[in-house]
Each structure stands twice: as C-alpha cells, then as structure tokens.
C-alpha cells in the first residue's frame, strides 16, 4: 500500500542552524500539507501547496519557513534559522483532492529538536 | 473560526469496556469532521469521517462516530475496548466551504488495561 514517507526520523540541531526535511508524498497525490506538533500540544497546521504553489498557511510559517517541491517526488520543509521553540514532531500529508474533501495521509513524522 | 475541544487529555477503560472519546467544534459552515488515530511510532491514520448522509459514521476496528449538529459534538465510541485501542486519537474539523486545511484538537490519550 502506498505511503507518504518522511526523512530524517529525528534531527537534532544547533539554534540558528537551517533544517530541511524531507517527505516523499503518495506518488498520484496533488495536494501536500506539513503539520507540526508540539510535545503535550496539538497537531498544528503550518501550509498546504497544490500547482506548485502555496495554497494556504497559518501564521505559523513565517518568513522562517518555506517549502519547495524540486523534483517530481520531493516536498520539503525548510526552516531558514531554528529556534528553541521549533522543537516539534513535523508531519508530512498528502492527498487527491484537497482536505476538505478526501482523507489526509500522514507520514511518520520528523522529530526536530533544537537545542 | 473554526475549532475543536476534545475533553479529556487521558481516558483509561478496562478491556471489553465502552470507549466514549468526546469532540465538540465550532464551524461556522456545515464542517467535515474526521478522526484519526496514532499509535506510537506512527503517523496519523484516519480512523473515520463525516462529510453528508448519514450522521453514524462507522470507521476502521470497529469504531463509529455520531454528528450531532444541535450538540456541535462528534464524539466516538467503540463498544467494547480492546488492547490494542491504546492510541492517542484526535478530532480535526476542516471548513468544506474553503480552504485546505484541517484543524485538530489537542488529542486524547486512550489506555486499555487487562
């Protein structure tokens, strides 16, 4: 069965220092989302991308933040200089039509931790 | 705007008992309404959702979930626990008349003991 994969697992990083990760969304998907969730908080919403552009975003992602689809499979999350607070579990997801109308896939995640 | 509560950060049921995890949203549209599982080390499955028709909604391992539009709740229910229910579960509402994206809430962690 098909799945939204998502590398690395667990990253730890210096403050200040940019971070990508990565995710291999399903491959006959058209829209791609990152989420993050916060130790003890909730999955939190950060931008969706469809036509090789931003679709939506919350005013989480700031100018911090950015994402880029380079190749045919490939989305990723960039985060230009971390900060301590940037510590979460990312998730990657990915579907046909859109949220609010078919089933989000989730990847694994990627736990970052910022020290 | 739109959001979601899930009352109760932890819920602890005996194996074989009623599993009641509760959502409420507010949405100032009809929403979809969805819940999704995740076991540990895992991402998030969807369990199941509503979006039209009927308000019982039957999901994956026996669960289901009831809209109930005068209650703003979607609360959701597996008659009887089984170990491998342990999970944290969560509600997310997305807007069907625009944008993209899902809102969750906080999560609800289940434990079954034996």
């Known amino acids: 069965e098909p799945e939204v994969t998502q590398t690395p697992s667990h990253q730890v990083t210096q403050m200040g220092q940019e971070v990508i990760l990565r995710c291999v969304p399903i491959s006959n998907h058209l829209y791609f989302y990152w989420y993050r969730q916060i130790l003890g908080q909730k999955v939190e919403f950060l931008v969706s991308?469809?036509?090789?552009?931003?679709?939506?975003k919350s005013e989480i992602f700031d100018d911090q933040f950015s994402v880029e689809r380079p190749d045919g499979s490939n989305f990723t999350l960039k985060i230009r200089s971390t900060k301590l607070e940037d510590s979460a579990m990312y998730f990657c997801?990915?579907?046909?039509?859109?949220?609010?109308?078919?089933?989000?896939?989730f990847g694994e995640g990627s736990r970052l931790t910022v020290l | 705007a739109q959001s979601v509560t899930q009352l109760g950060s932890h819920v602890s049921v005996s194996e074989g008992a009623l599993v009641l995890l509760r959502c409420n949203y507010s949405s100032s549209v009809p929403p979809y309404l969805f819940w999704y599982v995740q076991y540990p080390n895992q991402g998030l499955q969807l369990l199941l959702k509503?979006?039209?028709?009927?308000?019982l909604v039957e999901g994956i391992n026996g669960f289901e979930a009831e809209f109930k539009k005068s209650e703003t709740s979607f609360h959701l229910t597996k008659p009887s626990a089984h170990m491998s229910d342990a999970a944290e579960y969560f509600c997310?509402?997305?807007?069907?008349?625009?944008?993209?994206?899902?809102?969750f809430g906080k999560g609800t962690t289940l434990s079954v003991s034996s």
């Open positions: 997801a990915s579907n046909r039509q859109g949220a609010n109308t078919g089933e989000l896939f």
């Open positions: 997310a509402v997305s807007d069907r008349g625009a944008g993209t994206a899902l809102i």
């Open positions: 991308f469809y036509n090789n552009e931003i679709s939506e």
């Open positions: 509503y979006t039209t028709g009927a308000t």
